[in-house]
């Protein structure tokens, strides 16, 4: 299993939908499986889950610092 893929699959799901960040927020772990379809291992999950909330971190910052730099 591709690791990476399956981070990149949830974060646009999360990303592009508010209902399902929601879900995120409240329940990362059966949201995640709920989206790739299968029943995971524990510390293969929580991998998936720790890299799509660093990623959504990530793409959050990233804006933020953009929105600054528009300032000046």
Not at 12 to 25: H, L, R, S, T, Y
Not at 35 to 45: K, Q, S, T, Y
């Amino acid at each position: 299993m591709d690791i990476k893929a399956k981070i990149d699959e949830v974060v646009k799901k999360v990303q592009g939908d508010p209902a399902i960040a929601k879900n995120f927020e409240k329940e990362p772990v059966k949201t995640v499986e709920g989206i790739i379809g299968v029943d995971l291992p524990d510390d293969v999950v929580n991998n998936v889950v720790d890299g799509v909330k660093a990623k959504i971190s990530a793409d959050k910052a990233g804006g933020i610092i953009d929105k600054v730099k528009g300032l000046f």
